[in-house]
């Protein structure tokens, strides 16, 4: 379905439907227990094709063979809490993007891929916090409004804006950037010039400074457009990073840490909650750290990515954790610290609370995670997996099936399903239930029967033809 075809069916049926426009369904019957002066400042930071191994705690060498430096990304990871299996939920950057704002699987609502629309119906994190008080930014990359190509100003009517899903403010593009790259100030086009990771923190920090002076708490998105291609990073980033791929690493280290600094100058750096992450795995093998795989693939270099939550209110011992962990996990860990319960949440969510687990109560996931990349839809297609917390199971062109123990084997190298049988069928028998759970989600069985009539049918996507991907 073409973008504009879906965005006036969407629009119709939201209209018709206003019980499910969002924050307004909120406002009234939110229930939350925690008191203003407790709930965290929060920050979302989200680079674009970061690999596993494209920090400097890693030890590892970029592809050029330099060392990676991330000197204030290698501080949060010491200070806080630092995930050594922190999952996108895709492949690629729209689906990730889509499941850190929902808590879903992107399938569920239709998002296959870069560029593919979010549907208006699902709720977001920024919706879900404005009902408590929350004041709410966006800065960077957007990518949810299904336009494709390099970031273009997201235009002030925008029915799929970052203002559509809640955002208070927002300084937003469709996709990457880099340098000297032309912003939208919600709907005002506004030229930068330097390097674009710098321009969205400079642009963040004027929100959170005018926050802060009015005691509100606060949720940013800070969606960097880095290190993805094409590679341009300032000549004195270049110079340090020895490369210009780990320059633009660098690039997103050194506003990192004009961030981290404005926060402590601020007084508020103690409650704010600072979440850094990737939306998938490096773009080569050499950021991969030797996983298998890379971006566009379900092997663990496409989705293991670096993964740091830096809270000193809450996280004052450092710690490092084996547990698997999610992007749909923001959503759900974010309601469970600020104890919000949303009516009439869209369910099911895939990602589960890590609160536990930011606690030290956590020892396992209590239930596995789901990825699905490439089949638009259709059971039989595409390459699925399900990783629990030692195994997981793929389901490679709907009928082959591997199995991996990711503890020994995390370069995925020894398939043991002819081996563990029992392991592989439990495994088996879960992933099918999960798939058919969102396929039904996709064909809209997860909204109200009068939203779902209205809206635009929800055939499967697509394929591209062989030998050509869908570009990020």
């Not at 840490?257 to 926060?263: F, H, I, N, S």
């Not at 919000?340 to 239930?367: C, F, H, K, W, Y």
């Not at 909204?447 to 209205?454: D, F, I």
């Amino acid at each position: 379905m073409k973008r504009r075809t879906f965005l006036k069916a969407a629009g119709g049926a939201l209209a018709a439907a206003p019980a499910l426009a969002g924050v307004a369904r909120l406002a009234s019957s939110a229930t939350e227990k925690t008191a203003g002066a407790d709930r965290p400042n929060i920050i979302l930071c989200m680079t674009d094709d970061q690999g596993w191994a494209d920090v400097g705690y890693m030890g590892q060498r970029n592809r050029d063979g330099h060392n990676v430096k991330t000197p204030v990304l290698d501080e949060m990871a010491a200070a806080g809490l630092r995930f050594d299996r922190f999952y996108a939920q895709s492949p690629l950057c729209s689906p990730t993007r889509g499941s850190v704002i929902t808590g879903r699987h992107p399938f569920r609502y239709a998002v296959w891929s870069p560029g593919s629309p979010i549907r208006p119906q699902e709720m977001s994190i920024a919706q879900a916090l404005k009902s408590i008080g929350y004041t709410t930014g966006h800065f960077g990359k957007w990518h949810l409004n299904g336009v494709s190509g390099p970031g273009k100003p997201v235009p002030g009517d925008d029915p799929l804006s970052p203002g559509r899903f809640g955002f208070d403010e927002w300084f937003s593009v469709s996709n990457f950037f880099d340098l000297d790259w032309t912003f939208s100030r919600k709907g005002e086009e506004v030229k930068v010039t330097g390097d674009g990771s710098d321009a969205i923190v400079e642009e963040a920090l004027k929100f959170i400074r005018k926050a802060a002076a009015e005691k509100k708490p606060f949720l940013a998105l800070v969606w960097y457009g880095n290190p993805h291609t094409p590679i341009s990073s300032l000549p004195e980033y270049e110079k340090i990073g020895g490369s210009g791929y780990a320059g633009e690493i660098y690039g997103i280290d050194h506003s990192m840490g004009t961030l981290r600094a404005e926060l402590r100058k601020l007084g508020i750096a103690e409650n704010t909650l600072v979440w850094f992450c990737s939306d998938n795995g490096a773009q080569q093998d050499a950021g991969t750290g030797g996983l298998r795989g890379h971006k566009s693939t379900i092997w663990e270099g496409g989705l293991r990515v670096p993964g740091i939550i830096e809270w000193p209110a809450r996280i004052r011992k450092p710690a490092a954790t084996g547990v698997p962990a999610v992007t749909s996990d923001i959503y759900p860990t974010l309601l469970d610290i600020v104890t919000l319960t949303v009516p009439n949440q869209i369910q099911p969510l895939d990602g589960v609370s890590l609160v536990p687990l930011i606690e030290g109560r956590m020892a396992s996931r209590p239930r596995p995670i789901g990825f699905w990349h490439g089949s638009g839809g259709r059971k039989e297609g595409g390459h699925a997996a399900l990783t629990d917390n030692v195994y997981k199971l793929h389901k490679i062109g709907g009928e082959k099936f591997e199995l991996y123990d990711l503890v020994k084997d995390a370069a995925e190298t020894k398939d043991l399903a002819a081996e563990m049988p029992e392991v592989a069928g439990r495994m088996k028998i879960a992933l099918d239930a999960w798939e058919d759970s969102v396929l039904a989600s996709c064909r809209g069985e997860d909204y109200p029967p009068e939203v779902r009539a209205r809206m635009p049918s929800a055939a499967p996507a697509k394929q591209p033809k062989k030998g050509k991907a869908a570009k990020a």
